[in-house]
């Protein structure tokens, strides 16, 4: 009942704010895109030149904006490296929010996700945005069952994916043996206050606190239950061990779940 109301309170046409050219959206009559908005478990939505939704809110709360593409974290990674020439990797690709951005802009897109769901509703979207990128599932707390050829590229986009993992010293790690140039990270981190926990890794024991998730049912959740959030002198002492010599730490943001970093690291 209250994912029904939420629907029904969501305007289907109206919106103003974050307009999109979407010509493959805008050919459709109203009764076709409010048939595509219900195919699917959408989580997010944007809107086209008509001010029409393409797509659902998650919540109320969440993600009940027009989704902007492309998000201003691109222009930034932009300006420090041009991907007119390189393979980006995506991280996490959600609902192809970013992953239309990227190939807008880079030679190459692979994007992943450990949800299924997320993959088939990413290669949705990017078909009516007539962007084709590379999609496929990929478990990130799977590495040692998977084949880590795929992980290959020029530059990792990595927003929104590291605090949601068991062992994120362990994917950094591993990711610098695959990225050739660059890793644009965006991730909660630790204060030296919260971090009190420890655990043994391959680069030492690294501080972090416990954040508890809610397992693979949990859309906006990890895969399991709990992630670890390490502390933000580690996050950059451990790019720079796996290579990445250059590390910026572009923006510090204090958001409802605790404090966040917007990292550029650089061979």
């Known amino acids: 009942m209250f994912i029904q109301t939420l629907f029904q309170r969501t305007p289907f046409t109206g919106w103003n704010k974050n307009q999109l050219s979407i010509p493959k959206i805008e050919a459709l009559s ?3 895109l409010h048939e595509l ?4 478990d959408w989580k997010c939505f944007v809107v086209d030149s008509k001010g029409r939704r393409f797509g659902k809110p998650a919540t109320k709360s969440k993600r009940a904006s027009p989704q902007v593409i492309p998000d201003y974290r691109l222009a930034i990674l ?3 490296l041009p991907l007119s020439d390189k393979h ?4 996490g690709c959600f609902e192809g ?3 239309i951005g990227l190939c807008q802009v880079a030679k190459k897109v692979s994007a992943i996700d450990s949800r299924i769901s997320n993959v088939v509703k990413t290669a949705v979207r990017c078909q009516f945005f007539s962007v084709q990128p ?3 599932v990929f478990d990130l707390e799977k590495m040692n069952t998977q084949n880590l050829s795929a992980l290959r590229c020029d530059v990792l986009h990595h927003i929104g994916v590291l605090y949601h993992l068991v062992d994120p010293v362990e994917q950094i790690r591993l990711f610098g043996e695959y990225v050739k140039d660059a890793v644009l990270l965006d991730t909660h981190y630790a204060t030296e206050d919260m971090a009190n926990a420890s655990y043994e890794t391959k680069l030492g024991v690294k501080k972090y606190y416990r954040y508890t998730e809610g397992g ?5 959740a990890g895969m399991h239950g709990h992630a670890k959030w390490l502390q933000l002198d580690d996050l950059v002492d451990i790019l720079k061990q796996t290579g990445f010599s250059q590390v910026e730490v572009i923006e510090k943001r204090q958001e409802r779940n605790g ?6 690291a650089h061979r």
């Open 97 to 99: 929010i970013h992953t």
């Open 78 to 80: 932009q300006q420090r």
């Open 134 to 136: 590379e999609v496929f």
């Open 37 to 40: 908005n219900e195919m699917l």
């Open 88 to 91: 980006v990797l995506e991280v």
């Open 30 to 32: 109203d009764e076709e």
């Open 259 to 264: 404090p966040r970093v917007l990292i550029f």
């Open 216 to 220: 693979y049912k949990d859309a906006f």
